[in-house]
């Protein structure tokens, strides 16, 4: 039985050396490798998703510019090939259709 129990302490010894010494770095080096193409990746697509919103709600915030440049009179509407406000075109329909 002392020669079993002698050939198993060596053997986990050995077993233990060589995870120890030649299985912990390498999977240290391929598991960071993988960590850091992984955050590269989800930080790639985070950023990604947030650019498109933000260009989502840049794209609103400008029709909502427009919409209250057209009501305020600031901008000006095409109607019959005629650029005119917006209550210049209420004020040339409504006389045209002489509701005054």
Do not use: W
Request: glycine share 4%; with cysteine.
């Amino acid at each position: 039985m002392e020669v079993a129990k002698g050939f198993t302490d060596v053997l986990y010894t050995t077993m233990v050396l060589i995870f120890n010494e030649i299985f912990v770095p390498v999977m240290m080096e391929i598991l960071t490798l993988f960590y850091e193409k992984t955050m590269f990746i989800l930080s790639h697509s985070v950023s990604l998703i947030a650019y498109f919103g933000l260009i989502v709600v840049c794209k609103i915030l400008d029709s909502l510019e427009a919409m209250i440049g057209i009501f305020a009179g600031t901008e000006n509407v095409i109607v019959d090939n005629r650029p005119m406000t917006f209550m210049e075109m209420v004020f040339s329909r409504m006389q045209s259709a002489r509701v005054f």
